[in-house]
């Protein structure tokens, strides 16, 4: 068996059970999962400062027993430490912001974001131009409540999602919406089943582009990790 981390840049123990559990549910049989939790920080990332101070304890969870690990994937939305990992780390190590980037741009297509943390829209946009997506990117739609208040209701954020998403296909023009957020993992998945468009859900991204990158690596080709 194969051994996967799955790192919650956020303190909520709570968050980790769910993202694992979508994280576990499409893992290939012979893998398994881990969830790791912060254990200083806050429940919910809500702004561009405490996603980069969520960084050092990324790595610290990262870099913990490392040689029993197959990958890595850092589940917050911005992907804290991601670099660090990878020049640190000889296996792969995917973010769920980039996994579903590259996924939702995929064909050329135009893609926006919706989610509930207004102080990070920048740093989205910031990461479709590193990822030399920015000309795909149709914006950010935001839902209107508390965003922590929203997360603690689930069917009340799945909801408040659904107007966003919405408002990025209709108003924007986008072919495909990522949903912004590793607490909004489950939302994320109910919403991919109500619309007809693509609706990506950024745990399931990453899962994907680990496991393509295992096989490769597998099979001897070249990695990008």
Do not use: Y
């Not at 999962?33 to 920080?41: D, L």
């Not at 790595?59 to 850092?74: P, S, T, W, Y």
């Not at 409540?145 to 924007?172: I, N």
């Not at 693509?198 to 080709?221: C, D, F, K, S, T």
């Amino acid at each position: 068996m194969r051994l996967i981390r799955l790192i919650n840049p956020n303190t909520s123990k709570a968050t980790t059970a769910m993202m694992t559990s979508i994280a576990r549910a499409i893992l290939p049989p012979d893998f398994e999962i881990e969830g790791v939790t912060a254990t200083t920080g806050v429940p919910m990332i809500l702004d561009e400062l405490r996603l980069a101070q969520a960084a050092a304890g990324v790595v610290e969870m990262g870099l913990a027993k490392a040689d029993r690990l197959a990958g890595i994937i850092i589940s917050a939305f911005g992907d804290p430490g991601i670099e660090i990992l990878r020049e640190k780390l000889d296996i792969p190590v995917v973010g769920i912001c980039e996994a579903s980037m590259l996924e939702a741009s995929a064909g050329g297509r135009g893609f926006g974001i919706a989610t509930v943390t207004p102080e990070l829209v920048g740093s989205f946009a910031a990461k479709t131009v590193t990822l030399g997506i920015g000309h795909l990117f149709t914006g950010t739609r935001l839902t209107a409540e508390e965003p922590e208040a929203l997360a603690a209701d689930p069917q009340r954020l799945e909801e408040a999602l659904a107007g966003a998403v919405k408002k990025c296909f209709s108003a924007d023009g986008a072919e495909a919406v990522i949903i912004g957020g590793g607490p909004l993992g489950q939302a994320a998945i109910g919403l991919g089943r109500r619309f007809s468009a693509p609706v990506i859900a950024p745990i399931p991204a990453a899962v994907a582009m680990l496991i393509e990158r295992l096989g490769a690596r597998q099979g001897g080709e070249p990695q990008s990790r």
